[in-house]
């Protein structure tokens, strides 16, 4: 597994405690492991509540209509990455 970065595991806090993912640590969850049909165990739902918590966190919308999104929910990295270049200061 590699190493997660600190906004890697900001990010992966604000995931496990909006989704309520009791047998999940934040360190746990692999920056590079799929967030949706893998470990653990998220779907359509889940992305809502993380885009949700995303906006509220840090000061933009991830929208449902963006045709990225299957690029930007890849992986914890890749999330980490698009909210790093979007985020409100």
Do not use: C, W
Not at 27 to 56: M, N, R, T, Y
């Amino acid at each position: 597994m590699a190493e997660q970065t600190a906004a890697q595991n900001e990010l992966a806090t604000l995931v496990v405690t909006s989704l309520n993912l009791e047998d999940t640590q934040p360190g746990q969850i692999d920056p590079d492991a799929p967030l949706f049909g893998g470990d653990l165990g998220l779907d359509s739902i889940d992305a809502l509540e993380i885009a949700l918590a995303v906006s509220k966190r840090y000061g933009f919308q991830l929208r449902s209509d963006n045709p990225d999104n299957k690029r930007i929910f890849t992986s914890l990295r890749t999330l980490s990455e698009h909210i790093e270049q979007h985020r409100a200061s």
